[in-house]
């Protein structure tokens, strides 16, 4: 599976709260046929790992010298055990089978287990994820949703107003409550939003050991990511057919290409010859043609100006 392609799977699953050797972490996890992704965090720093089936084989054969099985032969077994763990099912990563110890800035998670009998052992070495990562897959959720949940906060007070305008109009009407224990006061945005502040934000930051989201939070953050992953792959899609778009729009536009085709009756093209070039190019195209000369008139030919007088025959002639 490509690159892009298993971002994308990784950023439909969901962040969970998992615990391996007492430490809190969030987890994401993606488990494909003989190929796996996972991302950790403790929200001060955030590791990945990603292992394809050559990989896999090669570190299989690394820490287990006598195993001479297939990926997919042991894969499934890894899964098994694995993911029960990664994924918050297994209370405290079952210590017996997972060991997490930190290293040069990395995380190590080993795993032991039995495979036929025989010790079968495995290490997710993570390193640190780079920061478009963590913003794809961590902060714009993130971001995103605590834009809706504002929106949200905003619908949900002008409702509020709204109903105490509707109950302050049963009362003028002479409406009586039938319980006194039902009487509320009007909604009023500011002074909730003060107390919100001043009240309810110091107690859940006192509980910041909590990490990971709760089943609407999470709901929440599956729509967001659903979301952005139809539009990444209809932006893929627009920009996977705009380079032709783009050619033919521009074949389309050249005006050499105007120019190529058929020329305009009655119009000439001047390709940078001048008069005499082009009197000799039409001379030398028709080669086969008689040329028509008119003979200049000689001197003795030519009519005189003027008639001249005949001399008179008279007697003395």
């Not at 795993?111 to 478009?132: D, H, I, N, Q």
């Not at 409702?159 to 006194?180: I, P």
């Not at 107390?195 to 089943?215: E, I, M, Y």
Request: proline residues 5%.
């Amino acid at each position: 599976m490509e690159r892009d392609a298993v971002d994308g799977v990784l950023l439909d699953c969901p962040w969970v709260p998992v615990c391996i050797s007492g430490s809190q972490l969030l987890a994401k996890t993606w488990f494909g046929d003989t190929a796996y992704r996972i991302l950790l965090t403790d929200l001060h720093s955030v590791w990945e790992e990603e292992m394809d089936t050559r990989a896999i084989q090669d570190r299989a054969q690394e820490l287990n010298r006598r195993l001479r099985a297939p990926v997919h032969a042991f894969f499934s077994h890894m899964c098994e055990v694995a993911h029960p763990c990664l994924s918050g099912r297994v209370e405290d990563g079952g210590a017996l089978q997972f060991s997490l110890n930190h290293h040069s800035g990395d995380i190590n998670l080993k795993l032991k287990s039995e495979l036929a009998g025989v010790p079968f052992y495995w290490e997710f070495r993570c390193t640190p994820a780079p920061v478009a990562l963590v913003c794809s897959q961590l902060v714009r959720p993130l971001l995103l949703m605590s834009r809706l949940l504002q929106r949200q906060v905003g619908q949900l007070g002008v409702l509020l107003a709204r109903k105490d305008t509707e109950l302050q109009d049963y009362r003028d009407n002479g409406a009586v409550l039938s319980r006194e224990r039902l009487q509320t006061e009007l909604f009023e945005e500011q002074s909730y939003r003060e107390n919100f502040l001043t009240q309810t934000v110091p107690q859940v930051c006192a509980r910041q050991g909590g990490l990971g989201f709760d089943s609407e939070l999470q709901e929440l953050y599956s729509a967001v990511t659903s979301y952005g992953n139809t539009n990444a792959r209809k932006r893929k899609i627009s920009e996977r057919h705009a380079p032709e778009e783009d050619e033919t729009t521009t074949e389309d536009r050249d005006p050499n290409h105007a120019a190529s085709g058929t020329q305009p009756p009655g119009e000439e093209v001047n390709h940078g010859l001048d008069q005499g070039d082009r009197d000799r190019t039409t001379d030398s195209e028709t080669p086969n043609e008689e040329k028509t000369t008119v003979p200049m008139a000689t001197a003795a030919d030519r009519p005189s100006a003027r008639p001249k007088k005949k001399k008179a025959k008279g007697l003395f002639g």
